[in-house]
């Protein structure tokens, strides 16, 4: 059964356009290793063929081959190990530029001579900073480098030896992407976006250390109608959390503002400031959105990752109980007007949190979530989850502590949950509808209260990439449509 059984014994192959399957050149792979996945890319030159090997979401082993002849490639072992990240930037002179959390939990750039490729011999370009660098691209014979400075992006400049050269001048607190163009160029492109500043993209010309917008979203909308701030809040264990809060300008403080909370904290990944017209729309009935950076994600380098990881998890829902407490707290909202909403990993963030803490929540939308801790590993790529979860056969101890969390094992008999639109697909093979089916068939018996308890599957799709735009106006018409009927929102309509 396609959403029963596991991935393994991945194989890279080489297609060429035109060609049938069968003449498909094995390229690499590994036949005794089941549970490892393998990643092909190319420098921008195409002189080289990089393999990324892996068994988990994080940590990789990295190999490399010169393109002579792709019937007898050669690849030579760079760097062994799942414990730490290894990718390539780009090649220079036969040296392979990679960013690492090797020795930097917040990485850096180092510099590794192909032909001598031993770990002792591998220099440092560009040093970790305070802040995690994210990414980094050469363009015009520069190296562009991303970083993340508080869930914010920064970029900066370097020469190809590693000497800083320049920062680059974003237009406000948001999310960078890029850099497109190529090494010999003087041209490069960049994306931006924040909460209330709709996708751009930006021409930089190189020699002159300038940028220009190129193209916009164009959205009817005026950005000085709205409010954005960064807060910190005290978490259980007194850890600092940045958290962002976006509402209409003018909002009246009295604790009774409808709210939805959003979280993800898991697998390094982090949450940055981004433009959502259907968010928009909520923003103008009177709602406010919060986003809160939790631990386990990557805003904060591998040891903010770790620190919501493993027999550490309780610590990412602690820290998203206590943004409820803080929104709560500064009179934004009170418990019958706060929703919750997570994703994949953040859908086991909501189904914890709204098990462990019923009554904090009005509404909760749990979205392709992980609910079943005790037995994930046993569908298609689940097994790969393990680095951030552990599994129940790992340990008695993990056993218990998965246990503890896992959202279908803590729905108790009589207990009022909030109103729960729970949404998967039928389709969706990374985590499999099972999970949701469960909880809601044990939500549904258990459930003690009045409040709906919904399950809305989408036919003929996955877990949410390339989902047709129709398909994502419906979902996403229903999830607000049903947060706003149950926080008591009425329409607003503009005079």
Not at 335 to 355: F, R
Not at 369 to 396: C, N, P, Q
Not at 418 to 426: C, G, H, Q, S, V
Request: charged fraction near 25%; glycine fraction near 8%; aromatic fraction near 14%.
């Amino acid at each position: 059964d396609v959403l029963s059984g596991q991935n393994q014994f991945h194989k890279i192959y080489y297609h060429k356009l035109g060609n049938t399957q069968k003449e498909d050149m094995l390229i690499f792979h590994n036949d005794k290793e089941p549970l490892r996945n393998y990643y092909a890319y190319l420098n921008e030159d195409k002189t080289f063929l990089f393999v990324n090997e892996t068994e988990s979401t994080s940590g990789n082993s990295l190999y490399a081959a010169k393109i002579d002849n792709l019937k007898d490639l050669k690849f030579e072992l760079i760097a062994e190990g799942f414990d730490y990240e290894f990718g390539v930037v780009d090649v220079i002179d036969n040296n392979l530029l990679l960013k690492t959390n090797y020795k930097a939990p917040k990485s850096k750039i180092v510099s590794v001579d192909f032909n001598n490729p031993a770990m002792e011999n591998w220099k440092d370009l560009i040093k970790e900073k305070e802040d995690v660098l994210q990414s980094a691209d050469i363009v015009g014979g520069k190296i562009f480098t991303k970083y993340l400075k508080d869930a914010s992006s920064k970029a900066y400049f370097y020469s190809l030896e590693g000497e800083f050269l320049s920062e680059l001048e974003l237009p406000a607190i948001g999310t960078l992407s890029g850099f497109n163009g190529n090494k010999d160029e003087d041209v490069a492109f960049y994306g931006f976006t924040s909460f209330t500043y709709p996708s751009s993209v930006y021409e930089y010309n190189i020699s002159e250390n300038k940028s220009k917008l190129y193209k916009k979203s164009e959205v009817d909308f005026n950005p000085d109608d709205y409010v954005t701030k960064q807060v910190f809040y005290k978490s259980k264990d007194g850890t600092q959390i940045p958290m962002f809060i976006i509402h209409k300008a003018g909002l009246e403080m009295n604790g009774k503002n409808p709210t939805l909370l959003y979280g993800y904290g898991g697998f390094n990944v982090s949450l940055t400031p981004g433009f959502s017209i259907s968010r928009l729309s909520f923003l103008e009935q009177g709602g406010v959105y919060a986003m809160a950076n939790l631990r386990g994600g990557g805003e904060y380098g591998a040891d903010w990752h770790e620190a919501g990881t493993l027999l550490k998890k309780q610590n990412v829902f602690d820290d998203f109980i206590y943004a409820a407490k803080y929104l709560i707290e500064s009179k934004y909202t009170y418990e019958d007007k706060l929703a919750i909403a997570g994703g994949s990993n953040g859908g086991l963030l909501v189904g914890a949190c709204m098990t462990q803490h019923p009554d904090m929540f009005k509404v909760a939308i749990p979205m392709v979530g992980v609910m079943d801790m005790l037995r994930y590993h046993k569908f298609t790529i689940g097994w790969a989850w393990a680095s951030d979860y552990g599994r129940s056969d790992d340990s008695e101890e993990m056993f218990k502590y998965l246990y503890s969390y896992s959202p279908l094992h803590n729905i108790k008999k009589g207990v009022e949950y909030p109103a729960t639109l729970a949404i998967t697909a039928d389709h969706d093979d990374r985590v499999v509808p099972a999970h949701t089916f469960k909880f809601m068939a044990t939500l549904q018996e258990k459930d003690g209260g009045k409040n709906p308890i919904l399950i809305r599957v989408e036919t003929k799709a996955g877990h949410g990439a390339g989902k047709p735009t129709a398909k994502q106006i419906e979902e996403t018409a229903d999830m607000y449509s049903f947060i706003m009927y149950n926080l008591g929102m009425k329409p607003v309509f503009e005079k």
